[in-house]
């Protein structure tokens, strides 16, 4: 009975051994190398709209011979002026070309942008020159309004880790799954058109109610008359005369 006590205690320690042994192989065979393994089957979740900074920027073209704007430019620089009051997050940075054969209507054009900027309420600390050089001074030189918001972005689209058909190495297609990029393009546009960030993070405050309307509906109620708005039935059912 005692010769034999080390030999089972020996097999039990083996087995326990293999038994880890099994479970650390097992966790090493499993692969994750696609991309569409982990992804998440709602669209929001695969391509979700996150807020952070971009540029606004306005591109103004300076001829050789004719320095300053004209009225569509003025009419940009002004659009810029007045957006960058309301949504600005820094300073205006206007790139102007230097040593070009365009250099001097630059110039002059520049000034004329400081003065319809400043007439759109940006002042003076809010507008910061930098000269540059084009890489090939042949090329056309602009000058170049732009400035740090807020916005909505969502994407990059476009992307195809996988084939749309079967594969051996993607189930999601006998699993009927949404491709990868399926989506993208609409978050991408959703973003592009929401006007204000925030909207996205929480509601806006109300606006005050129209006192105006109010005390007469209150008045109404008080005299025990109807409180909605009585239309006359004149016009139901009445039909256009044009085109006749």
């Known amino acids: 009975m005692t010769s034999r006590t080390p030999d089972r205690h020996r097999t039990l320690r083996l087995l326990s051994a293999l038994a880890g042994l099994s479970v650390v192989l097992g966790a090493c065979t499993h692969t994750d190398d696609g991309l ?6 709602d669209y929001r979740l695969r391509h979700p709209i996150a807020i952070q900074e971009a540029d606004r920027s306005v591109v103004i073209f300076v001829g050789h011979e004719r320095g300053g704007l004209s009225a569509s430019q003025r009419a940009d ?11 600005g997050t820094g300073a ?4 102007v ?3 070009t054969p365009n250099a001097r209507a630059a110039a002059s054009s520049f000034r004329e942008i400081q003065a319809v900027l400043a007439a759109g309420g940006v002042p003076p600390r809010g507008i910061t020159l930098r000269h540059y050089h084009p890489d090939d001074p042949r090329n056309f030189a602009t000058i170049t309004l732009s400035y740090p918001k ?5 994407g990059p689209c476009g992307l195809w880790p996988e084939d749309l058909g079967p594969s051996i190495k ?6 009927n799954k949404d491709y990868y990029n399926f989506g993208c393009a609409y978050q991408r546009n959703m973003a592009a058109m929401i006007d204000n960030p ?3 993070v929480q509601p806006r405050s109300e606006s005050p109610a129209y006192t105006a309307r109010r005390s007469e509906a209150f008045e109404k109620y008080r005299k025990g008359n109807p409180t909605t708005t009585t239309y006359s039935d004149a016009d139901k059912a009445k039909l256009s005369d044009t085109g006749k």
Do not use: C, H, K, N
Not at 77 to 87: D, F, K, P
Not at 92 to 95: D, T
């Open 92 to 95: 205006i940075v206007a790139e």
């Open 150 to 154: 807020i916005a909505a972005v969502a």
């Open 170 to 175: 993607d189930p999601s297609y006998f699993e």
């Open 77 to 87: 620089v002004m659009g810029l002026a007045q957006t960058w009051v309301r949504e």
């Open 36 to 41: 569409t393994a982990s992804v998440p089957d």
């Open 97 to 99: 070309p230097v040593d």
């Open 198 to 200: 925030s909207d996205l």
